[in-house]
């Protein structure tokens, strides 16, 4: 694998990392789709149905774009 591929992999990895530690699964999405799985959020991330996380942003996320 190329260096940008592996750059890339080492992102996504650290991305789900990240999800898994400080990931919230949307109060809302449960509401709206209760059969299927909710949006996983991060601080201060906001969902498709309208809900905005609003716990505080640690120093170590920064902003995150990726989808």
Known sequence: ???IGEM???M?????ALK????MPCPNC??????A???IL????TCWCGYKDERPRTKREGK???K
């Open 64 to 66: 995150i774009n990726m």
């Open 30 to 35: 449960t509401v709206k789709l209760p059969k």
């Open 20 to 23: 898994a530690r400080l990931g």
């Open 1 to 3: 694998m190329s260096e």
């Open 37 to 39: 799985q909710p949006k």
């Open 8 to 10: 890339y992999a080492a």
């Open 12 to 16: 996504k990895a650290d991305y789900k």
């Open 42 to 45: 991060l601080p201060q991330q």
